[in-house]
């Protein structure tokens, strides 16, 4: 049964950071394409970044040099480290590895 399971997200202050992960069970960690979406309440559900097995990194303009997307592949885990947050940065957060989705976790970053 795969699972995606994901961590990290709370409440901070604009200008601080977070580290969101995402622990996959199951064999999809070797699959290609991963990635993470979000979605801020009464909009729709925007792509953040991806990382594909080449090393391929893609950032939407909004966080592009702000966040870093990341993958430990002995850990099975996928991480977006998200650095000088603003406001507008709040919503739930998806993880995705390839057609699989986590369960979505809060990021809320205050004024």
């Known amino acids: 049964q795969v699972q995606l399971v994901e961590s990290g997200g709370g409440l901070v202050q604009a200008g601080g950071s977070l580290r969101l992960s995402c622990a996959a069970s199951?064999?999809?960690?070797?699959?290609?394409?991963m990635g993470w979406y979000r979605q801020a309440p009464g909009k729709q559900r925007e792509l953040v970044a991806q990382?594909?097995?080449?090393?391929?990194?893609n950032y939407a303009a909004s966080v592009k040099g702000r966040f870093t997307t990341s993958r430990d592949n002995a850990k099975n885990t996928l991480y977006l480290q998200m650095n000088s947050l603003k406001p507008e940065d709040t919503g739930v957060y998806f993880c995705?590895?390839?057609?699989?989705w986590g369960q979505g976790i809060q990021v809320t970053v205050s004024s």
């Open positions: 995705y590895i390839t057609v699989y």
């Open positions: 199951g064999s999809i960690f070797s699959g290609n394409g």
């Open positions: 990382i594909f097995n080449s090393g391929f990194t």
